[in-house]
Nanobody, 121 residues
Framework: QVQLVESGGGLVQAGGSLRLSCAAS????????LGWFRQAPGKEREFVAA???????SYADSVKGRFTISRDNAKNTVYLHINPLKPEDAAVYYC???????????????WGQGTQVTVSS
């Protein structure tokens, strides 16, 4: 069982930067792939980025070059650094854990409660 808790969301001006964190419980954190998804009002949840247990990464085309996913197994934490922020990045961001790196939500077994990112233009 893995419990995930996101933090770091807030109100940021367009062009600014933000780092989201997701802290996980459990001693097997290093064996999981971790993903970030987001959901804007009225839209479906969409893939953002993922990182495998071996640190290979993947990104949605819409965020390549602006988003960076990383993990710190010693701290049981996965991060999502966003720079620069765009108005269309506003959403609730969720982290997820699963057995393999994937860009579809159904491949992840555990989810956090989400953290809100609001972007002012």
């Amino acid at each position: 069982q893995v419990q995930l808790v996101e933090s770091g969301g807030g109100l940021v001006q367009a062009g600014g930067s933000l780092r989201l964190s997701c802290a996980a419980s459990g001693r097997t954190f290093s064996t999981y792939a971790l993903g970030w998804f987001r959901q804007a009002p009225g839209k479906e949840r969409e893939f953002v980025a993922a990182i495998s247990w071996s640190y290979s990464v993947s990104y949605a085309d819409s965020v390549k070059g602006r988003f960076t996913i990383s993990r710190d197994n010693a701290k049981n934490t996965v991060y999502l650094h966003i720079n620069p922020l765009k108005p269309e990045d506003a959403a609730v961001y969720y982290c997820a854990a699963g057995p393999i790196r994937a860009n579809t939500s159904n491949r992840y077994d555990y989810w956090g409660q989400g953290t809100q990112v609001t972007v002012s233009s």
